[in-house]
């Protein structure tokens, strides 16, 4: 219901979209693909990448301070677009942001579950995001019996 009341108020809002960098742009590029018509508001924190060798706390903190400056801008929705923040940030992210928040790890295990031909998978990431486990969890509970490389 609060969700529904949010979208309806901030039809014409921007969606955010962050990574630690650049290659969120790949992200946004497909949401402006997939849905021209919205604006976008993207944040490429390149002052303080990579994150992938970074601490959780870091990468958390450096995550919330992203996403409160996109919330002045009064986005209806923000797409973690760092895998590595989407590994370490998104448990807080949500319990603290009231606009919707999406990672990119659960599209992309979701996506590599449904799209292996032989069940293995492999994954290549930081060493950040392949150490929080998160692809190897979504992906087994999508899909047990595949095989996860990474």
Same mark, same amino acid.
């Given at each position: 219901m609060y969700q529904e009341n949010v979208t309806a108020l901030k039809k014409d809002a921007p969606i955010g979209v962050f990574d630690s960098g650049i290659g969120g742009l790949t992200v946004a590029r497909?949401?402006?693909?997939?849905i021209p018509n919205?604006?976008?508001?993207?944040?490429?924190?390149?002052a303080r990448m990579p994150y992938g060798s970074k601490?959780?706390?870091?990468?958390?903190?450096?995550?919330?301070?992203?996403?409160r400056f996109l &919330?002045?801008?009064?986005?209806?929705? +923000?797409? /973690?677009?760092?895998?590595? =923040?989407?590994?370490y940030a998104m448990d807080e992210l949500e319990k603290e942001i009231d606009v919707p928040i999406i990672?990119?790890?659960?599209?992309?295990?979701?996506?590599?579950? &449904?799209?292996?031909?032989?069940?293995? +998978?492999? /994954?290549?990431?930081?060493? =950040?995001?392949?150490?929080?486990?998160?692809?190897?969890?979504?992906?087994q509970e999508l899909n047990k019996d595949v095989t996860i490389y990474g």
């Open positions: 497909e949401i402006m693909r997939q919205e604006k976008i508001i993207y944040f490429g924190d390149t601490s959780k706390e870091t990468v958390t903190r450096f995550s919330k301070q992203i996403v &919330e002045t801008f009064q986005v209806k929705t +923000i797409v /973690v677009a760092c895998n590595t =923040a989407s590994a990672g990119v790890i659960k599209p992309g295990a979701r996506t590599a579950a &449904e799209v292996t031909r032989n069940g293995r +998978i492999g /994954v290549i990431a930081t060493e =950040a995001t392949i150490g929080s486990q998160m692809y190897n969890k979504y992906i």
